[in-house]
């Protein structure tokens, strides 16, 4: 090998006498398997350490990183124990066939070459000695470094690009769907088993019928009906499997576009991550891309089952069926007995009200609690819920008369549907194990009597089949038959009999809450609660979205309850100036009004109310409730006149009668109230030490 003589001159006897790492790498194992040239001439590099002067026990080949890439040093153990050798100053040199089988990542390499310019560590590769404590030796590597870091990502670049381009024809294939497969000409076809496709079929139609996907797994598990599978790749390519439907398989075929006859590329993403851990390792992470941002998509390229239409509706109906982030989502419908369940908005703030039960769960309360929730704002509004949803479902109920015959009608015709549905199905499989069982007896009889030992093991497989038919007629047998009888002419009358009546059904007891919350979902898309003083509005939205609003009178609290009626209050305000408590009770009975709990009013009820509201009273036999003794027009009591003018009451009435001042009174016999000014007072008020004087010659 020629070795130039200032690359001698780098290796010193101080390298020489620390070790040699020869690091081998290739980076998958179909190229340590194939590509077998470049591991030999990666470990070539042995005699050519022992041709640059180190002895051979102090070589050392690294090569646990076999089938590793070097975009990274995580998960590459061999590099790393290549770094930790090299800090310890325990290698004179590095060897490896060029810089990309050490690293394809920059800040890999640089901190290579950092530790060995400390440790004085050399770096060879094919072409040449280098010593990263020289400036010009170390720029060289840099570029090598950089390189092919770059190479790594053209590499890529120009493959992806090729896969894009591809797929932006719709040629790309790919592993498709259960249902979907490639003919021979490589178009994407319905899959020709007829069993296949019908199970497909019949898990899209029930999603469109009952709205759930854990209902369409309930339906599956509960007529004991089976979903297949296609293998992918390998010895099983093309093999059909079959086992139950589980809600993850349900879920991305309603999640498949390709179901809708569209050829979709990029529906997700997949970016490197750190894992953290003893070990960090990096792992890839997909993520999925919104429907909007799918990079190649082409409407109608390949037969579908649904609609591009009834996949969009899917959609909306998965989305509207999660249970976090409410704010902008229905909900499924639930259990439990309110109604409006799912979709009643906040007609103060727009947010997704919630539903919360009272006296024991058989009270539902609609509440605005989000802002509450998530940052202690104040709850919205609270509400009880049975006024507002009997007031909803009356109204719910009125809609439906016309249309209550088409409804039903197409309700029965589903039924049928169905049944007829999950018959077929059982057919279908009925008929595939036969022919298989068919397909088994023919083997057996075509082979050679002679060969026992395949005859023999022909005829168990024979058997088995002959097992598993039995084995399905049994099954198929056991099955209640409810679906079917549902479609029998007499029962079609006495359903059709029902429909005439839909509040009946409604109402009937039988009919559960789900049953009523899906009926109301059909017509309505949702409900605004508002909340006033005095009345709450109810805003319904129809599907259509026509708006109908109801005004529901306020529920009043139970303090609200005992309150006196404001009426009541009003007429004692007026009242009380003129009349006694006794007077003024009597007056409310007459109008027929009534207590706060209850009952006619009392003497004490309204001294009660007047005391509580603070109304001024008439009553001069009661001086302790009417300490000024004046009134509301600010006319006196007589005690009152005669305490200002300083005389006595006698004197008081005497001068009412004689004119000389202006008094009233509601009966002949009823106190006088008298109108005084301060001119008045002035005028016939005596002086008080006359009265003084008489007072004490009285005395005396
Ligand atoms: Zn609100």
Redesign the pocket.
Known sequence: MPISCSTNLKIRPDHLDRQALIYVRQSTMIQVRENTGSTARQYDLVPRALNLGWPTEHIRVIDQDQGHSGASAAGRDGFQFLVAEVSLKHAGAVLCLEASRLARSCSDWYRLLEICALTDTLVIDEEGVYDPGQYNDRLLLGFKGTMSEAELHWLRQRLLGGKQAKAEQGQLRFRLPVGLVYDPTGKVVIDPDEEVHQAVRLAFDLFVQRGSALAVVTHFAKHRLRFPTRGWGGSHDGELIWGRLSSGRILSMLHNPLYAGAYVYGRTITRSQLLPGEAPRIKGRTRQIKPGDWPVMLLDAHPGYISWEQFRRNQQKLDDNRTWRTAERRGAVREGAALLQGIVL??????R?SVRYVQGGRAPVYE?N??HTQHAAR???TMRGDGIDAAVARSFLAAIEPAQLEVSLAALGRIEERARQIERQWQLRKERSQYEADLARRRFLAVEPENRLVARSLEREWNDKLSAIEQLEREHAALPKTAMRLASPEDRRRILALAQDLPKVWHSATTTNTERKQLLRLLIKDVTLTRREKIITIAIRWQTDALTTLELPRLRKSWEARQTDARAVELIRQLAPSHTDQQIARCLNEAGLSAGLGGAFSQRKVGFIRWAYGIATACPERPKGCPSGQRGDERYSAQKAAELLNVHVSTISEWCKSGRLDSISTAPASPRWIKLTPEIIAELRRPVRRRHHRHCVSEA
């Open positions: 906040c007609g103060w703030c727009g947010r009200m605005c989000q802002a709850t919205c509004q």
